[in-house]
């Protein structure tokens, strides 16, 4: 399965099927499921990365177990909209995933999702060390949510 466009989710899940958001770090990836009905995304945890394999495999469990039809990567673009070398590294990664299982990814711009939730924790008043523990987790929901909004807003016609 190639790597598919946010206007061809419904078309590459199956009904009653869900997202799992991504946001992909060198040290951890967030992760962020959304409901059946692809209208809201909730952060669920976060994985620490250790090697790609165990990584991996925890990451699958979590699609099997949670009726995971689609992954959504957060696409780190620059600011200017031009693409870097981390850009390069999410598209290997999505690659590999596909490697190990036929499964449709999408991505989605991540400009700024870390700096949206950060401030939102702030404006909380969350400690450092709770905003840490929740970052990651917070960001592939904000992710999620983009691309669900981007589905939702596509799926509308005008009257």
Known sequence: MP??????VKQSIS???RLLGL????????????????KIAT??????RTKFTPDVAELFKLVDE?????????????????????????????YALMRIRDVPVFFQDERL???AVESAMIAAD???????????ALA???ILQSALDTIHDRAITPE
């Open 23 to 38: 946001d992909i770090g060198k040290k951890t990836i967030g992760l962020a499921l959304s409901d059946a009905g692809l």
């Open 66 to 94: 949670q009726n995971v039809g689609g992954l959504v990567l957060g696409w780190p673009v620059n600011m200017d909209g031009s693409t870097g070398p981390r850009c390069d590294s999410t598209r290997d990664f999505a």
């Open 43 to 48: 952060p669920v945890k976060i994985l620490y």
């Open 126 to 136: 969350m400690t450092r060390a709770k905003r840490a523990v929740r970052r990651d």
């Open 140 to 142: 592939a929901g904000w």
């Open 113 to 115: 999702s870390t700096q």
């Open 15 to 17: 009904d009653g099927q």
């Open 3 to 8: 790597i598919c466009k946010l206007n061809d």
